[in-house]
């Protein structure tokens, strides 16, 4: 059964530290995506990534990077994590565009307190 | 970046009812994807929609997609308590070539 899986399903960090979200995927898919979601304001996205190496901003980047060292990897750094950094990190990958979907991991909802 | 309007935003149901939602644009797409997310979950992809006026089945799930491929709409039969979910369509609109989200239609179907 081919997935996504996020490393966490809940995380609580404190204000300030450094928090890593882990993506693999396991479908040899090109392209890899971050995003949150929050109520009423949909999914957003954070970075994607459309080759190793390779990363690209989305909507709203500032206060996140990320890495792709491998094809199968994907990561989400929160530099100095805020509390309006609080909500459901999703991460998605897909094997081109144009009418391809996507596959998304479970989710990891994150509180900063 | 090009929006997609979804409505209605909230919508509780009792089991055995029929419903539809929507799903709306201004511009127009090569192609439309519906997903559902369940509580707690991720989005999963349940249909891609590709040609102007197109009619795809779902056992209890319709699906069309407009005639000028700036809509869609997507309507269920006999809902049951398992459909309640957030329905989320997508089209590839973003900037860099990235799908474009709605933001969802919440669904709770009560027995």
């Known amino acids: 059964d081919v997935k996504v899986t996020q490393s966490s399903r809940y995380l609580v960090k404190r204000t300030g530290e450094k928090v890593f979200l882990e993506c693999v995927q396991d479908?040899?898919?090109?392209?890899m995506f971050w995003y949150r979601q929050d109520p009423g304001l949909g999914l957003r996205l954070i970075y994607f990534?459309?080759?190793?190496?390779?990363?690209e901003k989305g909507d709203i980047p500032e206060g996140y990077s990320v890495s792709r060292e491998k094809k199968e990897r994907f990561s989400l750094i929160l530099e100095s994590a805020s509390t309006n950094q609080t909500s459901m990190y999703l991460c998605?990958?897909?094997?081109?565009?144009?009418?391809?979907?996507?596959?998304f991991g479970s989710g990891t909802r994150l509180t900063v307190v | 970046t090009q929006l997609l309007e979804q409505s209605p935003q909230f919508l509780s149901i009792q089991e055995g009812e029929n419903l539809t939602v929507y799903c709306n644009s201004s511009?127009?797409?090569?192609?439309l994807q519906w997903y559902r997310q369940e509580p707690g979950e991720g989005p999963v992809l349940l249909v891609t929609?590709?040609?102007?006026?197109e009619v795809k089945k779902l056992k209890r799930l319709t699906f069309q997609f407009g005639d000028a491929r700036k809509d869609s709409s997507l309507h269920i039969t006999a809902a049951q308590p398992g459909d309640t979910g957030l329905y989320l369509c997508?089209?590839?609109?973003?900037?860099?070539?990235?799908?474009?989200f709605g933001k969802g239609t919440k669904l709770s179907v009560k027995p």
């Open positions: 929609v590709v040609t102007g006026g």
């Open positions: 479908m040899d898919h090109e392209n």
């Open positions: 997508a089209a590839y609109g973003g900037s860099q070539g990235n799908l474009i």
């Open positions: 998605a990958s897909s094997l081109g565009t144009g009418s391809y979907g996507y596959t």
């Open positions: 990534s459309y080759d190793v190496k390779m990363k």
């Open positions: 511009s127009v797409f090569s192609s």
